[in-house]
């Protein structure tokens, strides 16, 4: 921890900033969005659960958690309540994140998928890449669940995991009333033009987006709000801040 005891680049006074990228400079970004959860999940659920997670890494691992963002590169696109963006803008934005993170004089930037899925991962693994080719910071780019063993009842999309997770994150972003599993229609929006979304992603990415896009009906784990309690949503928040402190020390191992 810095001297001032402060994590969240958006409360830095500038000098108090710069003392703390020189004691431990590691950046955090937490990749969220803004999407359908079902009834039961806030649609930011993702984005606070992203910043949660980043939240305890530095308090584990040191550095600077930046505000989580909500550009995200699509998933669950058509269905209500998502804003998403194309692959082709998410990897922009984040080499161009990167480079200002560069400039204020971090060495390792850790972009942690609070939103995950192939199109997501792709677009920020991208930029990663890229950025790297030509520049000195290191980038690495972390999806927490795929750190942790998550048992297969709990996991999934707006599953038991992601909501024990959000409960834990802000309380208020869950209301496991409105949870109904007989609810299996999707509420999409129809006649979307899949094209703009599918900008810059993979033949992969594209497939993936067209399944999301096409389906029509979901299913729910019936035991969901059995599941979930502030007591498994904060083991599994614990054990994906964990992981994520215990990459950044690994990289910043290589580093130092």
């Given amino acids: 921890m810095n001297e001032s005891g402060k994590i969240r680049y958006e409360l830095f006074f500038p000098s108090e900033l710069n003392r703390a990228i020189t004691h431990r400079p590691v950046a955090y970004i937490p990749a969220g969005s803004l999407e ?38 699509a998933g669950f696109s058509a269905y209500h309540g998502s804003i998403v963006f194309s692959a082709r803008l998410v990897t922009d934005f984040a080499l161009e994140l990167l480079r200002e993170l560069e400039k204020i004089g971090f060495s390792l930037a850790v972009i942690v998928l609070g939103h995950g899925g192939l199109v ?23 999806a927490p669940e795929s750190l942790v063993e998550i048992p297969a009842e709990a996991g999934g999309h707006a599953g038991p995991h992601e909501t024990a997770q959000a409960l834990v994150a802000a309380a208020e972003a869950v209301d496991l009333s409105r949870f109904d ?10 006649h979307l033009d899949r094209e703009p979304y599918k ?6 990415g594209s497939d ?3 399944r ?17 309690s502030p007591e498994s949503g904060e083991k599994w928040m614990s054990e994906a801040a964990e992981a994520v402190a215990g990459r950044v020390n690994e990289e910043m191992s290589r580093l130092e």
């Fill in 36 to 73: 359908w959860h079902g009834e039961h999940l806030a649609l930011g659920s993702d984005y606070l659960r992203g910043h949660e997670i980043c939240l305890r890494a530095a308090r584990l691992a040191g550095g600077i958690v930046l505000p989580p963002i909500y550009v995200a590169a």
């Fill in 120 to 142: 997501q991962q792709e677009a920020f693994e991208k930029a990663a890449d890229i950025y790297q080719q030509g520049n000195q910071m290191r980038v690495i780019v972390v």
């Fill in 181 to 190: 599993p007989t609810a299996t229609t999707l509420p999409r929006y129809e």
């Fill in 199 to 204: 900008q810059g992603t993979s033949s992969a």
């Fill in 208 to 210: 993936d987006i067209d």
């Fill in 212 to 228: 999301h896009m096409s389906a029509t009906q979901w299913t729910w784990e019936q035991k969901l709000p059995e599941l979930v």
